[in-house]
């Protein structure tokens, strides 16, 4: 598998975005000509700095309106195609894409622009170059991939082929699979992009919202499978115009690009085996059977806070690392560990973010192969030095820094305390508050980092998404988006804040980019551990008495449930399937917390329509800019 990516679709000056594009693994790269144009090298410069690279140049991109034009323009545009033609030949690339004409003067006729394109083709043949012709979507006489091919198969020529673009194909809903008809050698060159479902016009769409395959809602899997049915070996080649990630950093947006096309060719294979193209084979996606334990990094002080706090959630310290300043809380299936390490990844992350959830333990089917499909999607592995009472459990860096590790039945949860930690009776444990497990994870992040950790968890685990969802904090937006597996027992939550005043964004202000905001345990009997809570000395989230007011007047709840819901501020929601219960505790250090919810069987969500009063109350109990703590 060749891949290519469009230096259109990431930041900076034409050498940082051919640096990029190098760094994260692509073979080739299209030379959109306004990033040619802009810089201050001369052809041949640029050429030597893509071959420096290791990269070659698969397309130069775009010759715009030449079909179907009467005369003088018409042999105008012939002139205009010479020069570029001249400009390819000190690029060293041979292929051009040539665009539909969005011209007011182009004339219509599949037969008029197929003798124009063969007059092409015969004067991009004696230089030895070739053309590729793409349907835009908003072309003026020629906007479906259909139209396209019947022009380039009526021009007949060698040197002229079709270029399928999967925006222009899939906004305008025109069915992939009459790809399937075109010969695979006709096709020059394959530009992949997803966008998410937008109404608006296609080209406005085009030109500001695309991402990367797998990051929106068009069907680009079924395009690319129809695509590699013709027997297509050519490159797949990125082209995405987005606001975002024009403005992003361009290492972090070719890297997921990469990743992007790496997962898309995997799906494709699985779907189409016998396919040309050559892909390599990786694990299948992995099934995550559950979060096995989370690890704090702390100081010494704040490890006594926090693991005050556990107790108060009926945790109970139950082992001492044997060699490590670390020790584990338990409570039902649940773990935690607080390492207070002064060196290794711990310490750093606890330098860099405070005291933060900075690590995951999830245990999967085969935690070898997990790490091995991850390498493959592009993320780091991550190996710490492991001394005799250690045991090498397989990790990966999660975006953001933090650290997943893997347990599977060769390396079991079991084994790790057995091996790394002394058995411990806590002195001064509380009462139990029948937690189970870990509900869900929910990480916090600057909203243009959402795409990235969207398709980072998508391409190596088996989860789907769910819509995304608005949350309105009293000082902004949060975009609020749910992976998860169809078990439930990977639930994870993704916030991504707009303003820094919101209560997400003061959080990553002052964690400087923290992931992990909160854990939220299952308990089987919300009331019951409410009233453990209590005695264990926790003091809820007070949630605003409106609330429950307008929930009776919403829900028309049984007035004692009602009122056991206001006693303990428990938040309700309920959809058609099911119940749901939520308790909040107060803040541990810069706005960490943790939720404990109820949820029956058949509740899909996660109370999106009470967190904005969740966030209001927390807000309340913050204190703020040196204001008294209210
Ligand atoms: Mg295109
Ligand atoms: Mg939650």
């Not at 926090?306 to 338990?330: I, M, P, W, Y």
């Not at 790394?420 to 916090?444: C, I, M, S, W, Y």
């Amino acid at each position: 598998m060749k891949t290519s990516i469009a230096t259109v679709s990431i930041s900076g000056d034409l050498r940082e975005k051919l640096e990029a594009i190098a760094a994260s693994g692509f073979d080739g790269v299209e030379i959109f000509e306004n990033d040619f144009l802009a810089y201050y090298r001369s052809p041949r410069d640029v050429a030597r700095m893509v071959a420096d690279l290791g990269l070659s140049i698969t397309l130069f991109q775009p010759f715009r309106d030449f079909e179907g034009l009467p005369e003088p323009q018409r042999s105008q545009a012939f002139e205009r195609a010479e020069r570029k033609f001249d400009l390819m030949g000190e690029l060293g690339t041979d292929l051009m894409l040539v665009c539909s004409s969005v011209s007011p003067l182009a004339l219509g006729g599949v037969d008029r622009a197929a003798a124009d394109l063969r007059e092409l083709g015969e004067r991009a043949a004696k230089r030895n170059l070739r053309v590729g012709y793409e349907a835009l979507a908003w072309g003026r006489h020629v906007n479906d991939h259909r139209d396209a091919w019947e022009i380039v198969r009526r021009a007949d020529h060698a040197s002229i082929g079709i270029i399928l673009d999967s925006f222009h194909t899939l906004s305008r809903g025109i069915d992939p699979e009459s790809i399937r008809k075109i010969p695979g050698d006709k096709i020059f060159i394959v530009q992949l992009a997803d966008a998410p479902k937008i109404d608006m016009d296609l080209l406005y769409w085009s030109r500001h919202f695309r991402n990367m395959p797998g990051e929106g809602d068009l069907p680009v899997t079924d395009f690319m499978r129809a695509v590699a049915a013709t027997g297509y070996n050519g490159a797949i080649s990125l082209e995405i115009f987005n606001d975002q990630f024009r403005s992003g950093s361009p290492r972090t947006i070719a890297a997921d690009g990469h990743r992007s096309l790496v997962y898309l060719m995997d799906q494709v294979r699985n779907a189409e085996p016998g396919i040309a193209i050559k892909v390599p084979i990786l694990p299948p996606r992995v099934d995550v059977h559950g979060v096995a334990f989370v690890e704090f990094a702390a100081d010494e002080d704040e490890a006594q806070t926090l693991s005050h706090h556990l107790r108060q959630l009926g945790f109970r310290l139950t082992g001492h690392h044997r060699s490590k300043a670390v020790e584990r809380f338990t409570q039902g299936d649940i773990n935690i560990i607080i390492n207070t390490e002064r060196e290794g990844l711990a310490h750093s992350a606890y330098l860099t973010h405070g005291i933060s959830a900075y690590a995951l333990g999830l245990t999967v089917g085969d935690a070898a192969a997990t790490v091995e499909r991850a390498e493959a999607l592009g993320a780091q592995l991550f190996n710490q030095r492991v001394g005799p009472d250690q045991l090498a459990i397989p990790a990966i860096r999660g975006i953001g820094g933090g650290v997943i590790y893997f347990l599977d039945d060769h390396s079991p949860l079991g084994r790790v305390w057995d091996v790394e930690f002394d058995a411990a009776r806590d002195p001064e444990a509380n009462k139990d508050a029948g937690l189970r497990r870990v509900d869900h994870v929910a990480q916090t992040m600057n909203y243009e980092e959402m795409l990235t950790w969207i398709l980072f968890y998508r391409s190596i685990f088996k989860v789907s998404k769910s819509p995304m969802v608005d949350v309105v904090d009293p000082s902004g937006l949060i975009r609020s988006q749910v992976i998860e597996n169809q078990a439930g027992s990977l639930r994870l939550t993704l916030n991504g804040a707009e303003s820094h005043r919101t209560l997400a964004g003061r959080f990553i202000a002052e964690t400087f980019g923290s992931s992990i905001q909160h854990l939220a345990f299952a308990s089987d009997d919300i009331f019951q551990t409410a009233q453990a809570l209590h005695q264990n000395g926790m003091r809820a989230l007070q949630i605003s008495p409106n609330y429950y007011d307008d929930l009776q007047a919403r829900l028309a709840l049984p007035q004692a449930l009602l009122d056991d819901l206001r006693a303990s501020n428990i938040l309700y929601d309920r959809d058609a399937n099911g119940e749901f219960y939520q308790l909040y505790s107060g803040s541990v250090g810069e706005g960490f917390f943790f939720e404990i919810v109820q949820r029956s069987a058949g509740y899909q969500g996660y109370g999106a329509v009470n967190a904005p009063f969740r966030i209001a109350a927390q807000k309340r109990a913050l204190p703020i800019l040196g204001l008294p703590n209210r």
